[in-house]
């Protein structure tokens, strides 16, 4: 599976920006798909997960209520909406999937994901 992710940039605290991760070589249904988070100085981090199935998501608690996972099986893609963004969400964005799981779980630990796209930085300014 080859990721890509990309949409990141520099917005204003309490705007909005929309990641999107296309992938290719393998459906969007047969993994699950994961977002994590890595800044200076930080290990990287779960941010969002969707199961196989699609029906399940999860969310980090910094994020909860801000951020949305969802995925695309026509177009092979997954998104995560990021609304009220804090400085404290600037940070290099990865999307990653992995098949590991069963279907209707959302792996949340870095070791669960298998495949990794090359990042995209998100930068909010206070």
């Known amino acids: 599976v080859q990721l890509q992710a990309y949409g990141g940039g520099l917005v204003q605290a309490g705007g909005s920006l929309r990641l999107s991760c296309a992938a290719s070589g393998r459906t969007s249904s047969t993994y699950g798909t994961g977002w994590f988070r890595q800044s200076p100085g930080k290990e990287r981090e779960f941010v969002a997960g969707?199961?196989?199935?699609?029906?399940?998501?999860s969310y980090a608690d910094a994020v909860k209520g801000r951020f949305t996972i969802s995925r695309d099986n026509a177009k092979n893609t997954v998104y995560l909406q990021m609304n009220s963004l804090k400085p404290e969400d600037t940070a290099v964005y990865y999307c990653t999937a992995g098949f590991g799981a069963s279907y209707h779980r959302v792996p949340s630990q870095l070791n669960e994901y298998d495949y990794w796209g090359q990042g995209t930085e998100v930068t909010v300014s206070s």
């Open positions: 969707i199961s196989r199935s699609g029906i399940n998501t």
